[in-house]
């Protein structure tokens, strides 16, 4: 795991400019690769590459970067894992391969040296984000892993391509001015992130998941999708499995427990992020299994019981005998840390927690270097609340008259917070909504929807109107083609938006602005394309969804753990934007702070606030997104420009 950064001009450079150029893009990126630096130049082509090393595997230096083949063709600055990698290097050593150590960089190198960067890549089971620079044909790629787990951000400008792991390298190449793209920043407002291939910033951009980025001088760069989630889904179910549940989840079972073992694969110490859910106690539990000792296990919790699960994360730990590491987040826990979100974050990046992420990471960064997440589960098997609220509002919306549905939806916005706290306080604690007032006001706007595309994407919407609130329309999202039933088709949409963008995103920054490397073992391409192909009813029935990873963990943990109701990763952030966080807001989002950044309809914004503080409506995960992105713009202000 490491950052990269660099340019390539296609002409001759300074040999002292081109060595700047490699050193300021990769220094900023010093947070993901703590462990070394270096560069490698080649004036007469204009090549400046940068990496910053996170040393997982051949600590030594026959695992630094950049690396030259062996031939002396191709140079690859690499951020990531290879997780089949000593099998590739098997099959290069057959062809008279000689390896000088035993890093998964030198693999992948030789392996593009070997075989050609396409194959390379088709065979490569892991997470990556690279640059190869093609000495012989002057030519530069770019590649991004199968699900988006690692980024890539790039810039094509003035001749010249610029690549980096984060947007502040792009930001650190120098010379340039950016203007904030309207659509992005429409975008940002709905969905509490900028969509790939898009930026926050015009004409830079996104590699997309599957993708790579081929370009020589004088060329526009060509971008070319290998892997495609949409494809791999509409396959699947063309060829379902013909098993039983049982046989299913044993299977299932194989191809988990294989990836596992490949991700605990490291020449450092290993742990587990647990929340005490379905996804992070079954890799935990395989991840003992396979280690056959006790895994450090780490979790965060609230001081707000109603969000507080880390007594079910003590008791998975307990029961499988990890070795267990808490925390609890509180208010001055999460202003200690919100300072630090728009360097992490280097666009505008409104998922809320974001700020647990942080802790935890930094938690477990004092104990381990590598720790596995349950990331993907919720996408692959079904597990997100809104797949079941989907099906039932358009059940209702189907078989309810229009005015009965706007009665309801007008009781929704009428009925004050504290109704909906009461009813909530009323519930068992075993079935108890969280945030049920905010639900309840989406809900009030759902119920006038017709169709179920719309449906969804009200459900995953932040701000519910942010093309008149930007001032632009919102970036035009990825098409998938029809097929599948309707949470079928979310699952699709979830894995190629919401995963990458949303929930990889918050777990990369997180963890690498402390030096830890989070990896997902869920998202091995063989156990995503092995769920494709179970029937829907082997994952979800009813209102319970990932019925196998069920299966699975009630050989080793209680009905009552494993069947719990979904909570989520949700803070307190009504409760704190009322209270402990609302001097920090209050300032943001003063009409003088608003009309100075004029990234926004401030009239809107503050109408929103204000009822927000009266508990008129909850607007805090909207007023969140606003709040993240004046605090990403005052940061970025010297080089983003709004107009």
């Not at 790579?212 to 060509?222: E, I, K, Q, V």
Request: proline share 6%; with cysteine.
């Amino acid at each position: 795991m490491c950052g990269i950064g660099g340019v390539v001009t296609g002409r001759p450079e300074s040999p002292a400019a081109l060595s700047s150029i490699a050193e300021r893009m990769a220094g900023v990126l010093a947070h993901r690769g703590p462990d070394g630096a270096g560069i490698w130049t080649d004036p007469g082509a204009g090549v400046a590459i940068g990496h910053r090393r996170l040393a997982i595997i051949d600590l030594g230096p026959t695992g630094a970067q950049p690396a030259v083949s062996a031939d002396g063709r191709y140079v690859l600055a690499y951020n990531g894992e290879i997780y089949n990698a000593p099998e590739l290097a098997d099959e290069l050593r057959a062809r008279g391969v000689s390896f000088r150590g035993h890093s998964d960089t030198e693999v992948l190198v030789e392996a593009c040296a070997s075989w050609g960067a396409a194959r390379a890549i088709e065979r490569l089971n892991g997470m990556f984000a690279f640059a190869l620079w093609d000495c012989r044909e002057r030519s530069l790629l770019l590649a991004r892993d199968r699900l988006g787990i690692k980024p890539m951000y790039w810039a094509h400008r003035d001749g010249q391509l610029l690549f980096g792991s984060e947007l502040k390298a792009i930001e650190a190449h120098g010379g340039w001015s950016y203007r904030i793209d309207r659509a992005a920043l429409a975008a940002y407002l709905g969905y509490g992130y900028v969509p790939a291939p898009a930026s926050i910033y015009e004409n830079v951009f996104k590699l997309e998941p599957g993708c790579t980025l081929s370009w020589r001088a004088g060329s526009a760069p060509r971008i070319e999708r290998y892997w495609d989630l949409p494809a791999i889904a509409y396959d699947g179910m063309r060829r379902r499995l013909e098993l039983s549940e049982e046989d299913a989840a044993e299977e299932l079972e194989f191809l988990l427990a294989d990836s596992v073992r490949r991700h605990m694969l490291a020449d450092v110490p290993v742990g587990c992020l647990l929340s005490g859910g379905i996804d992070s106690s079954l890799v935990t539990m395989l991840a003992q299994e396979a280690e056959g000792r006790r895994v450090r296990t780490f979790s965060v919790g609230f001081r707000e019981s109603a969000y507080d699960e880390t007594a079910q994360a003590r008791e998975v730990a307990r029961l499988l005998g990890t070795e267990h590491t808490e925390i609890r987040v509180d208010a001055a826990s999460a202003l200690d840390v919100i300072p630090r979100l728009s360097d992490i974050y280097d666009e505008p990046f409104a998922d809320s927690s974001q700020i647990p992420t942080r802790i935890v990471a930094h938690l477990a960064r004092q104990h381990v270097k590598v720790a596995l997440s349950g990331d993907g589960g919720d996408e692959l098997f079904g597990g997100y609340n809104r797949y079941f609220w989907s099906q039932t509002i358009q059940r209702t919306m189907r078989f309810v008259p229009l005015p009965m549905r706007q009665a309801a939806a007008a009781l929704c916005r009428q009925a004050p917070e504290r109704f909906f706290g009461a009813c909530a306080a009323l519930m068992p604690r075993a079935i108890r909504p969280v945030r049920l007032y905010e639900k309840s006001q989406k809900l009030s706007e759902i119920l006038m929807l017709a169709d179920g595309d719309d449906v969804y994407r009200r459900l995953i919407t932040q701000w519910p109107d942010p093309g008149a609130t930007a001032g632009a329309e919102p970036a035009a999202g990825r098409i998938v083609g029809a097929g599948g039933n309707s949470i079928e088709r979310m699952q699709i949409l979830d894995t190629i938006t919401y995963l990458p963008d949303d929930i990889l995103t918050k777990v990369d920054r997180a963890s690498m602005s402390v030096g830890l490397e989070a990896r997902v073992p869920f998202l091995d391409h063989r156990v995503v394309a092995y769920a494709w192909r179970l029937p829907p009813s082997y994952k979800i029935r009813g209102r319970r969804g990932k019925l196998p990873l069920r299966r699975l963990l009630y050989r080793r943990l209680p009905p009552e753990l494993v069947d719990r109701p979904k909570q989520g990763f949700a803070i307190p952030l009504a409760e704190w934007l009322r209270g402990p966080l609302r001097p920090w807001a209050e300032e943001l989002l003063s009409e003088r702070r608003l009309r100075e950044a004029g990234l926004f309809e401030t009239a809107t914004i503050r109408a929103r606030w204000a009822q927000n503080l009266a508990g008129t409506r909850d607007w805090s995960y909207a007023i969140w997104t606003v709040l993240m992105l004046m605090a990403w713009f005052d940061r970025h202000r010297t080089v983003a420009h709004a107009a």
